[in-house]
């Protein structure tokens, strides 16, 4: 049997996706731009779903007409048509209810990165505390083992010098039976 050398199985799909890249460029780069969209006011008396195809376009209830989004204006103004009878961008919603939603979106958004931010912040601050506190108790703990060393140090220097002043008859034990007897 002869061995068969095989791609690796993420070479083979690294080159497909290449291939398919290569080909959307070459789609692209072939098709004809779009056709200048239509103006709004040739989908008036038609109907809401056709009119919104385009985006730019706004369509009015009380007189089904279609027309141009006041784009200098945010909102478009009453004497052009009324927000419970402006549609723009679906028409199963009005134009008011659309503002009062992405409003209450946005206001909830706004108040739970707040909400976030504050308890972040509540969080860090109450971790700084606790690592103060632990660094606190840390640094008491060294400063008592410190001061156990030192004592313990003080009592073995105090036996060294006892010893020593034991060997030369300077230290007054009670055991000594000659030691030297002082008055007052």
Not at 95 to 122: H, R
Request: charged share 25%; hydrophobic share 35%.
């Amino acid at each position: 049997m002869e061995a068969v050398w095989r791609w690796p199985l993420w070479l083979q799909g690294l080159a497909l996706l290449w291939g398919r890249a290569v080909a959307g460029l070459e789609q692209i780069s072939t098709t004809v731009p779009p056709a200048p969209a239509q103006a709004c006011s040739a989908f008036s008396l038609k109907s809401c779903e056709e009119c919104l195809k385009n985006v730019s376009c706004l369509w009015c209830y009380t007189n089904s007409t279609c027309i141009d989004y006041p784009v200098r204006s945010i909102f478009p103004p009453s004497s052009l048509c009324s927000l419970s009878d402006a549609r723009w961008g679906v028409c199963w919603i009005n134009f008011e209810a659309l503002l009062i939603a992405m409003a209450v979106v946005a206001g909830l958004i706004l108040v739970s990165l707040t909400v976030c931010c504050c308890y972040c912040c509540y969080c860090r601050r109450r971790s700084r505390r606790r690592r103060l506190e632990e660094e606190e108790e840390q640094i008491a703990r060294k400063r008592e083992e410190r001061r156990l060393e030192s004592l313990q140090r003080k009592h073995e220097r105090k036996m060294k010098h006892d010893e020593i002043r034991k060997k030369y008859g300077l230290l007054q034990d009670s055991d000594n039976p000659y030691s030297r007897f002082e008055n007052e």
